[in-house]
T-cell receptor
């Protein structure tokens, strides 16, 4: 049973290009979360999705960033017109239930991340 | 606005001794706390959790203590082993929220 799969592991983009990061959740998990880790910082929440729905995008930058989790296929985090400040490690996590629903003894399962470098 | 803080970026401990990692939070609505462990080039892995109705949770060599009045929690590792060398993240959640808030991490080095 594979864990949370993210690809690519490393992605290099020139300024102005688009970056697409993919996340396949664990089998049986229908909740997906994207986090970003900037250098010297902790993990910052970006967006929470269920199948075909964005539930909470309060951590997403207002421009250039979008996320989807289609009925079939992986969740995609898309960054348009990348800038150097977008360089970071992007982690996806999945769960069976929403982290905020009072589920006890619960934690996300994280993928290994995609390291985006903008040159 | 860092709601979860880990003020020690790094910690070195001798093998066999106790490692104590600290975490402070500001939001009194947080009711569930977790510790994650992260190796380089890997995603964080869940280590141990504690609910706000408890003040201690133990799992093998790992114990988490919660002091709600001080808004402080700590992770104790006894005895420390070289394989424990990693970055440890503290995370917290409010029952009404959709996300966990993470600290900036503490890099633990256990010296053989």
């Amino acid at each position: 049973n594979a864990g949370v799969m993210q690809n690519p592991r490393h992605l290099v983009r020139r300024r102005g290009q688009e970056a697409r990061l993919r996340c396949s959740p664990m089998k049986g998990h229908s909740h997906v979360y994207w986090y970003r880790q900037l250098p010297e910082e902790g993990l910052k929440f970006m967006v929470y999705l269920q199948k075909e729905n964005i539930i909470d995008e309060s951590g997403m930058p207002k421009e250039r960033f979008s996320a989807e989790f289609p009925k079939e296929g992986p969740s995609i985090l898309r960054i348009q017109q990348v800038v150097r400040g977008d360089s970071a490690a992007y982690f996806c996590a999945s769960s069976r239930k929403n982290a905020g629903q009072g589920v006890k003894n619960y934690g996300y399962t994280f993928g290994s991340g995609t390291r985006l470098t903008v040159v | 606005d860092q709601q979860v803080k880990q003020n020690s970026p790094s910690l070195s401990v001798q093998e066999g001794r106790i490692s104590i990692l600290n975490c402070d939070y500001t939001n009194s609505m947080f009711d569930y706390f977790l510790w994650y462990k992260k190796y380089p080039a890997e995603g964080p892995t869940f280590l141990i959790s504690i609910s706000s109705i408890k003040d201690k949770n133990e799992d093998g060599r790992f114990t988490v203590f919660l002091n709600k009045s001080a808004k402080h929690l700590s992770l104790h590792i006894v005895p420390s082993q070289p394989g424990d060398s990693a970055v440890y993240f503290c995370a917290a959640r409010a029952n009404t929220g959709n996300q966990f808030y993470f600290g900036t991490g503490t890099s633990l080095t256990v010296i053989p």
